[in-house]
């Protein structure tokens, strides 16, 4: 029964979804000074990223993304996270929101649970285990996954307690008495000003069908089933091994669009955008696990069409035993005796074959979440035809009903890094809505008094991690933690299973307070994603965070010699050695606070900084919008709708008089960036604009800088008038030149420009932009013979439907390869100029020759002309592409390794426009972020001149790409001087000093040479 008692709770905003997308969102919104509700109907916050292995391109472990972030959201005073919940029904409007939710028994109590497991050990039901995809079982009751947030267990539907029986042996065992039978649901009642919805995605279900025996034929599985046989936490402990007999399979099929691009009943009429690229991925990360193993990727087209993607396809594609297949396929039969599998496929030159495959993955499609229909009736919004939310092509997080806002894959198909910026984007809307309450029901962190060390015995305490078996499989844990209790002042060791799970990190700063810890060593990942955390942890121990080391055993160890179990193992303890000796000298350090000012500045005009600078002037920030030429509008100057329908001139005219008439916006034409000061909170940037210079001061700044069009060199552009880009066919569609109306045929030539030696990249948007202007010529002209000539039609996610439709229409598509590009040539064809196209016909298998009177060419989208001088000015690094690097792929996609700036839009990476406007409002959102702190915390690990042996050669300044040392007079005469906050601790100054006049915080040259002196301390078997 339903629990009569209804709890009524006030925050500012209500995040539905505890995925990826939930989880940023809930965090950009708390730290800006929103109280949130995290409500997730699972047990556990994660989503579907929690269940994959590795990242792409990045080559990142998944939960290594995500477990710093369930950390930071449980520590974080204003989220409540509220799971197994689900939503009742939801009342009010924009500002002013009644949500009743019922939150669902657990039978565990929260308050009183430990988290040892001990119920799990001694419970005789197994059930299967959803986590793992139902490949192997667990107990009824048990933790969702080791790292789950709450980290308390759940009792399964399927325990025999709750269907009538009388097991009870869970609750002899528990001594805390958490467990309790007699939980009933729970009626909530909570008032928030907004909601985000983050609902995430389902993988498309093959069973339902039948089409690919799975569910049928045991060694067929889903991309998902396979995520977790690769992972070291899934059922054979990262094993690959089939169903049938547990055995490693040699040879391994990828079957593509599997439940997408398909319009028969059952399946999804779009592209789901990110199988080609987790495809891909598998790949690598199954030969990487066995090198031996033969992959079969059938594809129709590869779609690898974001930023590092193309690069990645190649990679894969260069490994020893892969193949690419362009075939659709068909699941022949399964062997008996062998239970291998046969596929059906078409070939150009046999014809069709059939092989058999030891295992068969089906790279699955996403789907909208499986209850989207009852969702959308309770909030009260529309879907698209899709079963998605239904979004306007101007601002893709707002929903059909005012104050709920969408982020991530409920949009629509997509990869983690639009879900992330959207949920900052969705933050952004937030803040525009809800600025006058912020901070009302807020509060800050509270740490405990940090101990003073002075005088203290050293006291180190050694924390190793098995990460799963990532670890642990190959290096001997306990070996390692045996022998860090041999090491001089190590008092404390513990082997643990996750460390970045919450109950290790609560055993560390227990242990701190025990053992009278004052050094912490953890063993583990990479201090690149879990350093913060760590040291947020022994902050909550009481002791500083400096005192802190970590020692990468997964990276350096196990992943790199997990052929050799026994010299990881030793390397292992050489690296842990190591860290003692220089952990010994380690010394508290203090950060401090400076203050922001609240204004940032926006370089560029176009669609995406004009967007940015709106939704910050909304949320009350001051705004000065930097344009270098004298309008504002950028490329979308030269488009006239989007595929979908919009009207973009519309739109940017709206655009453009809602910053004029924004009083919090500053504009500026004709300007140019002179020099940029200062740091994150406390910019300074001098530019010069229609004649005048002025300096800025501000707090943040926003690149959305665009992007340009390639002007080709090749295919007679620029040398025949009737040789167009599309950006030219568009404007001439719309000033209906007559030479379109008249035409016969028109050709298309895709990847002009790019996916080449020179730019090897793809421009993402212009399959789409073809089809676009196809489809308006054909409506101009319905007789004109359009031809399109391609190497992979990447219409991904919702433009997948245009393609089709262009199909119907008689567009023709022909695809041509790197090797043998269409030829073009200039001709007269009865006393009149045409052009000549000679093209391979794949489907012919012999050349054919186009004569059109018209050739478009879709060429390239290649980074501004300024870009690198204006990434020098606001010391950002730029992609092997050419456009800004952002700080990391998945974590932090709009931000710069440079705090305090952030970028958007087609200087990113070509893109739509409905995405370069999720994309501002992300960046607006993190710069947000920041704006809403009073104060910004500077890092106490950095450089430090000794004014006594500084002979003012300036070699440091030199050095110092971050403009973080500079001279100042003293009474001994000029000296270097570091701004520690501008310092970013890499210690090129260090190695640059002639005379060891400066030195770098926490990486001292004692702590370092005592470091290495522990090396060699141990010749036998230290490393060679």
Known sequence: MENISVKKNFGDVMVVGGGISGIQASLDLATSGYKVYLVEKSPTIGGKMAQLDKTFPTNDCSMCIESPKFLECKRHPNIEIMTLTEIKNVEGNAGDFKITLIKKPRYVDEEKCTGCTSCTEYCPIEVSDPFNQNISKNKAVHMFFAQAIPLTPYIDEKCVYLDGERCTICLGICKNDALDFNQAPETIEVHTG?????LGIEPFDPMLKNDYGYGIMQNVVTSLDYERLLCATGPYEGEILRASDKKHPHKIAWIHCVGSRRVTPGDNSYCSAVCCTYTQKQVILTKDHDEKVECTIFHNDIRSYSKGFERFYQRTEDLPGIRFIRSYVSVGREIPESKNVTLRYATDEDGVKEEEFDMVVLSVGLEPPADYKDLADKFGIELNAHGFCKINPANPIETTRPGIFVSGAFQGPMDIPESVFTASGACSQCGELLSYRKGRLSKERIYPEERDITGEELKIGVFVCHCGANIGRIVNVPSVVEYA????????????LFSCATNSAQE????????????????ACTPRTHEPVFRDTLREGGINQYLYDMVNIREHCSWVHSKEPEEATQKAKDLLRMSVSRTKHLEPLKEFDLPVNKAAIVVGGGLAGMTGSLSLANQ?????LLEKDSQLGGMARRLHTTIDGMDVQAYMNDLIHQVYQNPGIHVSHETVIKDVEGYVGNFVTTVETEGRIKTIKHGAAILATGAAEYKPDEYLYGQNDQVLTQLDLEENIFKNDERLTNAESLVMIQCVGCRNQERNYCSRICCTHAIKNALKLKEINPEMQIYILFRDMRTYGFNEDYYREAAQKDIRFIRYTQKDKPVVEAVDQSGQPVLRVTVP???????????????????????PADIEDVSKLFKVALSPEGFYQEAHVKLRPVDFAAEGVFLCGAAHYPKHISESINQAYGAAGRAAVLLSQDTVTASGSVCEVDEDKCISCGACITACTYGAIQFHDTPKGKKAEVIPVLCKGDGLCNAKCPVDAIFLKHYTDEEILHQVDALFSNPETAIA
């Open 194 to 198: 907004a909601i985000v919805l983050a």
């Open 485 to 496: 209790l041999t090491l001089p002042n190590v008092v404390y060791a513990q082997e643990q």
């Open 508 to 523: 560390i700063t227990d242990m701190i307070k025990e053992k009278n810890l004052n050094r912490v060593i953890v063993a």
């Open 841 to 863: 016909d794949p489907v012919l298998g012999r050349k054919i020759e186009l004569d059109a009177d018209l050739l478009v060419l879709s060429a390239a989208v290649i980074p």
């Open 620 to 624: 009350g920030f001051e705004v000065h």
